[in-house]
C-alpha cells in the first residue's frame, strides 16, 4: 500500500470519529430519565462513569396510622431512630455494600430501638407476651427468607435473612424458627427482654375490659400500624426490601399478618421494584400487595408511582384496608402512597441529605446529612 493511501484511510477514520461524537447527542434523553428521580444525579450525569455507578438510594416506613394520638416526645423517638436507621444504611451503601446488607442493617436498628412495633418495641397479643414476624428479599436471585410468631429472637430479620442463606426453605415459623435459630447459634432472650411500660399498659387497660374494638375489618381508631420496613437500590443496580412487625394489638396467638409472606407485605425484583408494606396485613394478604405493584410496573409498564397509587389507594380503599407502602425501581425512583391518617417514612440518596416525613403536609422533612463515616 502507498503511503498516500495510508493517509489517505487515517483521515476517512478520523471524520467517521469525528461524525460519531457530533451525533452522541441523543444520550442525555437517557440521563432525563434518571434526573427526574433524584435531582442530584443531574449533576452526576456529567461525572466520569466511577462516579455514576454510585447512585443509590435507600427508603424506610416506621409505620402508618394514627400519630396524632401518639404523646410528642414518643414521635421525635420515633422519628430519631428512623433518621439513624437511615445513616446506618446509607454508609453501607456510601461504601458500596449490597441492598441487602444496607436494609438488614436499617431495620435491626429499629427492631432495637423499643420505638417502633418491631422486635424491643413489640405490641402484646392477648397472651400478653410479643410474637414477632419478619422477611427479606433479593431482588436480584429472587432469595427470600422469612420468620414468623417467634417469641425469644431480638431480631427476627436477620433470622430471616438465615432462613434465606442457610436453609432451602423460604419461611420457618414459631418454634422451628427458634430452634433453627439456636442450631445457628443466634442467643434467646426471655419476654422480660420486650418489655415496654407503655404497651404493657395498652395492654393492662385491655384486658381490664376497656372498651377497645379491635379486628381486620375495623382496626382501633387511633392504633399506629408501626411496622418497620425498608426498600433499597445500591450502586449495582441491584434491589431489596425487608419488613418486620410485632402485628397487630392484642391479635389472637399464633396470627400472622402480611410483613413475613412474600408477595403480600415484602417483595422484591430487580426486573420492577422492591415494596415493604404496612397496615392491616390480611387486607395485604388477600390482595397480594406488594407483587401486585410490581407485577403492574414489569408488566404493564405504567410508572411505580401510578401502580403504587392504584392499588392503595383505590383497590385497598374501595375494600376500607388501611395502609400503606413504600417501593422503589432500578432507577431509584420511588413511591411511598398511604390511605390513613398518616405514615412515617423516610429517604436518603447518594447526596447524603434525609428527609423524614410523618403527614402529608409536613413541614419538618429535612433531618440533615449523613457523614460518610
Not at 466511577?50 to 420515633?78: K, S, W
Not at 420457618?172 to 439456636?182: C, I, K, M, P, T
Request: hydrophobic residues 45%; proline residues 5%.
Amino acid at each position: 500500500m502507498k503511503i498516500s493511501q495510508v493517509f489517505l484511510l487515517a483521515g476517512i477514520a478520523a471524520a467517521a470519529v469525528s461524525a460519531g461524537v457530533a451525533s452522541s447527542p441523543a444520550r442525555p434523553a437517557a440521563a432525563a430519565t434518571i434526573v427526574a428521580a433524584s435531582p442530584a444525579r443531574a449533576r452526576a450525569t456529567a461525572a466520569p462513569s466511577a462516579q455514576a455507578a454510585r447512585h443509590f438510594t435507600l427508603v424506610i416506613h416506621g409505620g402508618e396510622g394514627n400519630f396524632h394520638a401518639m404523646p410528642p416526645d414518643e414521635v421525635a423517638a420515633e422519628r430519631a431512630t428512623l433518621k439513624e436507621a437511615m445513616e446506618a444504611g446509607y454508609r453501607i451503601l456510601h461504601r458500596g455494600g449490597s441492598s441487602l446488607d444496607a436494609v438488614e442493617a436499617a431495620i435491626r436498628i429499629m427492631e432495637d430501638s423499643g420505638h417502633t412495633n418491631s422486635g424491643r418495641g413489640g405490641v402484646y397479643t392477648r397472651d400478653g407476651i410479643p410474637e414477632l414476624d419478619a422477611a427479606i428479599m433479593d431482588g436480584r436471585t429472587l432469595a427470600a427468607g422469612a420468620v414468623a410468631s417467634v417469641k425469644h429472637v431480638k431480631n427476627p430479620i436477620s433470622l430471616a435473612r438465615m432462613v434465606m442463606e442457610k436453609t432451602p426453605h423460604v419461611m420457618l415459623v414459631g418454634d422451628g424458627a427458634e430452634r433453627f435459630a439456636q442450631s445457628q447459634g443466634v442467643p434467646m432472650v426471655t419476654p422480660f427482654y420486650f418489655f415496654n411500660e407503655r404497651r404493657w399498659k395498652e395492654y393492662q387497660t385491655k384486658v381490664a375490659g376497656e372498651s377497645i374494638k379491635q379486628s381486620s375489618a375495623s382496626p382501633l381508631a387511633d392504633e399506629i400500624h408501626g411496622t418497620v420496613g425498608v426498600v433499597a437500590v445500591d450502586a449495582a443496580g441491584n434491589l431489596a426490601a425487608g419488613t418486620s412487625t410485632g402485628g397487630l394489638f392484642y391479635k389472637m396467638p399464633g396470627r400472622v399478618g402480611d410483613s413475613p409472606i412474600i408477595g403480600a407485605g415484602t417483595y422484591a425484583n430487580n426486573q420492577s421494584c422492591a415494596v415493604s408494606g404496612t397496615g392491616v396485613g390480611e387486607f395485604y394478604i388477600r390482595n397480594n400487595v406488594a407483587a401486585d405493584i410490581c407485577a403492574r410496573v414489569r408488566y404493564t409498564h405504567v410508572s411505580l408511582a401510578d401502580a403504587a397509587n392504584e392499588v392503595v389507594m383505590k383497590e385497598l380503599v374501595a375494600q376500607h384496608g388501611e395502609g400503606g407502602i413504600i417501593a422503589i425501581d432500578p432507577q431509584g425512583n420511588i413511591a411511598m402512597p398511604y390511605n390513613g391518617d398518616a405514615m412515617m417514612r423516610g429517604v436518603v440518596r447518594e447526596d447524603s441529605k434525609m428527609t423524614v416525613t410523618v403527614w402529608a403536609r409536613d413541614g419538618s422533612s429535612d433531618v440533615g446529612s449523613v457523614s460518610p463515616n
